[in-house]
């Protein structure tokens, strides 16, 4: 015979159902977060230097907080003009799996793909090279040396964990 539960036995499971998907849900959050904040996993194999992809992060991860919000504000502030917004950039991957499928292959067309994708992003590069430099212009000496130092411990750690990684995948 089976029992039917009482409402205070319900409640209690329903409050125990929602405490334990708010702590999922927490959990999650830490580790989107943690990822978001960190960039994830990053490049393997290079030694104590960034990938290329992301070779700037450290720089802009090393600025104090208020000097990171004014760089992504500069950096808004530059306009749509210096880059393609979503639809532009589907647009131009929809141009290149055109020419990857057209018979015969379209070279001057996916060459004129990779062009317009590497002046988008060779722009929104220079706007955000300018916006750092502004950063680290405007600091006295003082700021601009503990900024060094920030950079220096940062791509360190980022050395000591790779060194890490590859050491306890050495063990295995």
């Known amino acids: 015979m089976t029992q ?14 929602g405490l334990s998907l708010a702590l999922n849900v927490m959990i999650l959050g830490a580790l989107g977060g943690a ?26 991860q090393a600025l104090p907080p208020e000097a990171r919000r004014d760089l992504h504000g500069k950096m808004r502030s530059s306009g749509k003009a210096h880059h393609l917004d979503r639809a532009a950039r589907r647009a131009l991957y929809d141009e290149m799996l055109a020419a990857l499928r057209a018979e015969p292959f379209q070279a001057d067309v996916a060459a004129a793909v990779l062009a317009a994708q590497g002046e988008a992003a060779a722009s929104v590069q220079t706007v955000a090279h300018n916006a750092w430099l502004a950063e680290v212009s405007a600091m006295d000496t003082a700021a601009r040396k503990a900024y060094a130092d920030k950079l220096q411990e940062r791509l360190q750690a980022g050395h000591a964990r790779k060194k890490d990684k590859r050491e306890s995948k050495a063990e295995r």
Do not use: E, I, N, Q
């Open 4 to 17: 039917v539960p009482t409402p205070r036995r319900r409640r209690l499971m329903r409050l125990a159902l």
């Open 35 to 60: 990822m978001w904040r960190h960039g994830g996993p990053g490049p393997r194999g290079d030694g104590d230097l960034p990938g290329l992809r992301s070779y700037a992060s450290p720089y802009v």
